[in-house]
T-cell receptor, first 115, second 115 residues
Framework: AQSVTQLGSHVSVSEGALVLLRCNYSSSVPPYLFWYVQYPNQGLQLLLKYTSAATLVKGINGFEAEFKKSETSFHLTKPSAHMSDAAEYFCAVSESKDTGNQFYFGTGTSLTVIP | DTGVSQDPRHKITKRGQNVTFRCDPISEHNRLYWYRQTLGQGPEFLTYFQNEAQLEKSRLLSDRFSAERPKGSFSTLEIQRTEQGDSAMYLC?????????????FGSGTRLTVV
């Protein structure tokens, strides 16, 4: 069984400060891990993904995430927050072998950027 | 290609009415997914098509819900006898065979409000 836990449903940071959004996963098989961003009344946009290559993954808009197997974590970071980063962020896990067809999403973290 | 298209963007319906949503995936993607997202939650898997075959359905998909993908192109999701609990954002996503590497591409969703 697979699942994702996102710690902190709401995170507030000052503009220019470090962004850290936490994601822990549970998977019985090697996982694929994803971060998606959702702006109000929009669909989800892929930020970055881990697919068993490099453990430090760089995505769009300056975001990156590090896969840590020992901690079963895939936290999302950005060195300097921008006002346009305010959105809902979802972590998702799926099975690495192609028999699994679902993504399991966390409940999301709402990021507020304070000017 | 303009990505995954969903129509309509918003739908308000009276309880007990039937509604149908349409999804046009990325043309070269043979896999199509429907997810439901309620307020404050992450997307939850509803069903999955590979080409025209519906290969997986969630227990969330009650007998009032039906999905089709004729000819393996666009898909429709119909909800019969809508209930207030059906109010949600319905998201469509598509992927190619190598889903794990590419992740999903989501549409902008159809927001259903049942009054």
């Amino acid at each position: 069984a697979q699942s994702v836990t996102q710690l902190g449903s709401h995170v507030s940071v000052s503009e220019g400060a470090l962004v850290l959004l936490r994601c822990n996963y549970s998977s019985s098989v090697p996982p694929y891990l994803f971060w998606y961003v959702q702006y109000p009344n929009q669909g989800l946009q892929l930020l970055l993904k881990y697919t068993s290559a490099a453990t430090l993954v760089k995505g769009i808009n300056g975001f990156e995430a590090e896969f840590k197997k020992s901690e079963t974590s895939f936290h999302l970071t950005k060195p300097s927050a921008h006002m346009s980063d305010a959105a809902e962020y979802f972590c998702a896990v799926s099975e690495s072998k192609d028999t699994g067809n679902q993504f399991y999403f966390g409940t999301g973290t709402s990021l507020t950027v304070i000017p | 290609d303009t990505g995954v298209s969903q129509d309509p963007r918003h739908k308000i319906t009276k309880r007990g009415q039937n509604v149908t949503f349409r999804c046009d995936p990325i043309s070269e993607h043979n896999r199509l997914y429907w997810y439901r997202q309620t307020l404050g939650q992450g997307p939850e898997f509803l069903t999955y098509f590979q080409n025209e075959a519906q290969l997986e359905k969630s227990r969330l998909l009650s007998d009032r819900f039906s999905a089709e993908r004729p000819k393996g192109s666009f898909s429709t999701l119909e909800i019969q006898r809508t209930e207030q609990g059906d109010s949600a954002m319905y998201l469509c996503a598509s992927s190619d065979k190598d889903r794990g590497r590419s992740g999903y591409t989501f549409g902008s969703g159809t927001r259903l409000t049942v009054v």
